[in-house]
């Protein structure tokens, strides 16, 4: 694909972000992809934008196998996502549970125009228009505004929390029987009747919790506004790495004093060191399938970084990978990531179908890229607003780790500790 390409220095990178989303939000098909300059370990792009569609692939069935097709095809950029449901082509499952969003399991597109910022040099790469012709488009567009036009949306649970409350018992009671070592279980909350302006609400959202892996990302009527600090899965050249995040602590922003001693209290706690750690053998073992003999390290164990509403525990594993292993091998090894199921992977895929009552669709999923070279960034589809603006529902998920310690008491807590950014976006009081 011949591209049209052009560089300009960029005097501010935070107006300038603004302006670009506002311009790819003109297109009904759009990724932006923020780092908020974030200088954490394999940072990858500081600011990357798809907008406008060549091309794409849309598919609910035989999803992967449809999605390798497009990819070896297209020889071009592609972004999208993938959705939690794609476990049921991969592990022979089903799901049964409503989706009110209706996001399909796998798409992505070619896009008409790529924009990236880095150190503020601005690329443009255009398949149909002057590259100068973007950029006066870009300049032209006002800066976003908090809104106010969230308020007034009623919430409501998907479960209340006494039932939350019993089933994390009965999900101990399965740990105690054997069944599996650590489930992640997610409640949603939803509203039927929002009106929202997806932009604006995006923009408070990540005013509020700006995070490393943040993105918006426009299918038609179907939005994600994102502010995750996960990653899911990179691959540069032959390596292959993971970044899974199991463990959660509270911050004072009140006092850096106390704050620091939270993150303490995080690194040093055993009840997060062991759930961060099974994950990290599963990602080691999911990893070791595709990747060269003894060649799967972890290269950080129990790594506590700090965001604005929490402290979390990440960890890294990276591999070399075999030769000959494409995108979709990848996915049919690792994905759905370790941290948003649980261990064993398939058994706990088959609870979270019992215990919880809504389908995740593209919360637990992820959203990236994949370039010409077949290297590809994706994040963890978490602590994000989704949202049919044809029907008019809106959800978000939270959810943890659940292990025969777990506090179900405090696992509520840490939930609505995880929602907080979402709800203060959206002008929820509890």
Not at 199 to 223: E, V
Not at 378 to 385: A, D, E, K, L, P
Request: charge should be neutral.
């Amino acid at each position: 694909m011949q591209r049209n390409t052009a560089t300009y220095s960029i005097s501010d990178n935070r107006l300038f972000k603004q302006q670009m989303l506002s311009w790819a939000n003109q297109f009904n098909i759009c990724c932006f992809l923020d780092n908020h300059e974030y200088s954490l370990p394999h940072t990858s792009t500081e600011c990357l934008v798809a907008a406008g569609a060549l091309s794409y692939i849309e598919a609910n069935q035989n999803a992967l196998l449809k999605l390798q097709a497009y990819q070896y095809h297209t020889k071009d950029w592609i972004f999208g996502h993938i959705s939690y449901d794609v476990k049921n082509e991969i592990e022979q499952l089903t799901s049964g549970h409503p989706d009110h969003i209706q996001f399909p399991s796998v798409f992505f597109f070619q896009p008409e125009t790529i924009l990236q910022l880095n150190n503020g040099i601005l690329t443009i790469s255009s398949a149909t228009l002057a590259p100068e012709k973007i950029m006066q488009e870009i300049l032209k567009q006002v800066p976003l505004k908090e809104t106010t036009q969230s308020a007034g949306i009623k919430i409501q649970s998907s479960i209340s929390r006494n039932e939350y409350i019993d089933k994390i018992h009965l999900i101990q009671k399965k740990i105690l029987q054997g069944y599996c070592y650590e489930l992640n279980f997610c409640q949603q909350f939803f509203s039927e009747h929002a009106v929202i302006d997806p932009l604006a609400t995006y923009h408070h959202l990540t005013s509020i919790s700006p995070t490393p892996f943040a993105t918006y990302y426009k299918l038609r009527d179907k939005y994600l506004l994102c502010a995750s600090p996960e990653r899911y899965i990179q691959k540069k050249e032959d390596i292959i790495l993971s970044q899974p995040i199991k463990g959660t602590g509270k911050r004072d922003l009140s006092d850096p004093q106390k704050d620091a001693c939270l993150k303490e209290q995080l690194r040093a706690s055993s009840k997060d060191r062991n759930e961060n750690v099974m994950i990290v053998d599963l990602v080691r073992n999911d990893l070791s399938k595709i990747c060269k003999e003894a060649s799967v390290t972890v290269e950080e164990l129990f790594g506590i970084y700090t965001f604005p509403q929490v402290h979390q525990m990440i960890s890294t594993i990276k591999g070399h990978l075999k030769q000959d292993v494409g995108f979709t091998d990848i996915l049919r090894a690792t994905f759905p990531m370790g941290s948003m199921t649980g261990a064993p992977k398939r058994k706990v895929m088959e609870l979270i179908e019992e215990f919880e009552v809504s389908k995740r669709g593209i919360y637990s999923g992820a959203v990236g890229y994949i370039t010409p070279e077949n290297n590809f960034d994706f994040n963890v589809v978490i602590r994000s607003i989704i949202y049919n603006q044809l029907n008019k529902y809106l959800s978000y998920h939270v959810g943890g780790a659940i292990t025969g310690n777990s506090i179900a008491e405090s696992e509520y807590e840490e939930c609505l500790l995880k929602a907080s950014a979402i709800e203060q976006a959206l002008h929820i009081n509890r």
